[in-house]
């Protein structure tokens, strides 16, 4: 089975600045995706990014870059530019490349704080 | 589109009632899931469908049961609710196949307490 780690329940960040959250997983997959979400105080979940483990380009998406290592089965997202908006709690996941499986895990989470 | 829409937001239960949370999506999705998220806590898959007339258990399926008539549904029933079940239920969405089949779509989600 596979398992996801987030091992920064907390983390804060000040405004403007740059902050990473950290996760690894555990796999004997080789056809694989991962994700990071977004949870705001409003619950829902919203995807940040994704990345699939065939690409060795690490994804960006405008101010959200991952750091993604294979070898070390370690997945980091990178915010830059903090902003208010970004306070929320961060998910990372990871879902088979197993089109018939269909399930994702998820790891326990990180709070992210953003002083103004 | 709406999306993933979930009924109800908020719910309190007194043990040992049952009740049924439902799921609607309209982005024709063969596959849907529910999760609950204790506290404090990540996500853990209760029961997923990969198309109408097809469901699977989860992590945590225990307490639960689901039916998937058609596409755009997914009810989840709590039958015999209990103070272990207090948690905030998510359903999702996501394609089988093709370029964005791995991204899951959430709902809102629904805050139940069983007291």
């Known amino acids: 089975a596979q398992t996801v780690t987030q091992s920064q329940p907390e983390m804060s960040v000040q405004e403007a600045e740059t902050v990473t959250l950290s996760c690894t997983y555990d796999t004997s997959e080789s056809d694989y995706y991962l994700f990071w979400y977004k949870q705001p105080p409003s619950r829902q979940m919203i995807l940040v990014i994704r990345?699939?483990?065939?690409?060795?380009q690490n994804a960006t998406e405008n101010r959200f870059s991952v750091n993604f290592q294979k070898a070390a089965k370690s997945f980091s997202l990178k915010i830059s530019d903090s902003q208010l908006g970004d306070a929320a709690m961060y998910f990372c996941?990871?879902?088979?490349?197993?089109?018939?499986?269909?399930?994702?895990?998820f790891g326990d989470g990180t709070t992210l704080t953003v002083k103004p | 589109n709406a999306g993933v829409t979930q009924t109800p937001k908020f719910r309190i239960l007194k043990i040992g009632q049952s009740m049924t949370l439902q799921c609607t999506q309209d982005?024709?999705?063969?596959?849907m899931y529910w999760y609950r998220q204790d506290p404090g806590m990540g996500l853990k898959l209760i029961y997923y469908s990969v198309g109408a007339g097809i469901t699977d258990k989860g992590e945590v399926p225990n307490g639960y049961n689901v039916s998937r008539s058609t596409t755009e549904d997914f009810p989840l029933r709590l039958e015999l609710a209990a103070p272990s079940q207090t948690s905030v239920y998510f359903c999702?969405?996501?394609?089988?196949?093709?370029?964005?089949?791995?991204?899951?779509?959430f709902g809102p989600g629904t805050r139940l307490l069983v007291l």
């Open positions: 999702a969405s996501s394609y089988s196949m093709g370029v964005g089949q791995e991204t899951q779509y």
């Open positions: 990345q699939e483990a065939y690409k060795q």
């Open positions: 996941a990871y879902r088979t490349g197993n089109t018939n499986a269909g399930k994702s895990t």
């Open positions: 982005m024709n999705h063969n596959y």
